[in-house]
């Protein structure tokens, strides 16, 4: 099994930055995608960015240039770098993990992001 702990959410003002953080442990598959997706209230769950093993990145349009994920791979760790923050960014977070083997997801706790103008 695959554990996958977040932190870095919080309150901030529009136009301010923040860094989710996404620690993974356990029987991490050598083949896999890491991400984040976003859930806000009344709205449909968004991928927001995502990171295949070899470096291939992908990006929600919304975020594009504003948004940045990257890996930390000996420490296990993915990031989302979130700059020039909106109030429509106002979401939970979660970071998952998917075994591009066997197609399996494992899902960190969430992060709420609040975004005030």
């Known amino acids: 099994q695959v554990q996958l702990v977040e932190s870095g959410g919080g309150l901030v003002q529009a136009g301010e930055s923040l860094r989710l953080s996404c620690v993974a442990s356990g029987n991490i598959p050598s083949s896999n995608a890491m991400g984040w997706y976003r859930q806000a209230p009344g709205k449909q769950r968004e991928l927001v960015a995502n990171?295949?093993?070899?470096?291939?990145?992908n990006y929600a349009d919304s975020v594009k240039g504003r948004f940045a994920i990257s890996k930390d791979l000996p420490k296990n760790t993915l990031y989302l770098q979130m700059n020039s923050l909106k109030p429509e960014d106002t979401a939970v977070y979660v970071c998952?993990?998917?075994?591009?083997?066997?197609?399996?997801?494992?899902w960190g706790q969430g992060s709420q992001v609040t975004v005030s103008s």
């Open positions: 998952y993990l998917k075994d591009l083997r066997t197609g399996q997801d494992s």
């Open positions: 990171a295949i093993r070899g470096g291939s990145t």
